[in-house]
């Protein structure tokens, strides 16, 4: 029998944020698939292995280029499929670590798609989003009543347009559009915040939109009008 190939989610940074699932999924699973972007840590494992002990498990990283070439990521993808089906074939199980939730803006939702292409079967495992882990951070509802929440990614070409929308806004990924996002803030009323690499070592809260500067790639901000 072919093995099974397990999105687990691990958080946003702190361990204790796991789920039970995550951990037993990881625990039975002899192969831990890890992505790495560049030349950065595996963070997912970084994070798991403070929750599990991987001892023993056999490791790989996937190499995913931060890059908005679609042909490159298209490959790499395609590239860390094939070999999760290496493992697969030999019928081992297979735990494919993503921060946050594995259904928000995931790594592992596109390799799950080549791997089940291949005919190999997928599962997933729900974790907390990063940005339910920022509010509770911050000590702040995300929304309340009738309230629609709006969840950005910076690099939204209609951004300006959903900064407008009413309830609250969620902005993922700032980094290099941290500048932008700003101005467009400025314009609508109500209050801003931020976590800068929520649960992580380093983690920086910004209580208004004035402190929020020169953030780096893990900045959530969160806009209540």
């Known amino acids: 029998m072919y093995g099974k190939l397990y999105g687990v989610s691990t958080g946003p940074g702190d361990p204790e944020l796991m789920t039970l699932k995550a951990v037993k999924i990881i625990e039975k699973c ?5 992505p790495k972007t560049g030349s950065e840590k595996t963070l997912a494992l970084d994070i798991a292995s403070q929750a599990v002990d991987i001892s023993g498990k056999t490791v790989i990283t996937l190499d995913m280029p931060m890059t908005h070439d679609r042909e490159e990521l298209a490959r790499s993808r395609y590239d860390a499929a094939c070999r999760i089906a290496e493992y697969l074939k030999k019928g081992e199980d297979t735990a494919m670590l993503n921060i946050g939730d594995v259904s928000i803006y995931s790594t592992f939702s596109y390799v799950a798609e080549e791997v089940r292409k291949m005919g190999f079967e997928t599962e997933a495992a729900a974790g ?50 941290l500048s932008e996002i700003k101005e467009l803030l400025k314009e609508s009323a109500g209050t801003v915040c931020a976590v800068e690499n929520c649960g992580l070592p380093g983690q920086k809260i910004y209580r208004s939109l004035d402190e929020i500067n020169e953030c780096g790639y893990f900045t959530l901000i969160i806009a209540k009008a």
Not at 30 to 34: F, K, L, R, Y
């Open 30 to 34: 002899g192969v831990i698939a890890a």
């Open 128 to 177: 907390v989003p990063s940005f339910c882990a920022a509010a509770a951070e911050l000590g702040i509802s995300l929304t309340e009543g009738h309230q629609p929440l709006t969840v950005i990614p910076a690099q939204n070409k209609n951004a300006a347009g959903l900064l407008s929308s009413d309830g609250t806004k969620v902005i993922m990924k700032s980094g290099k559009k």
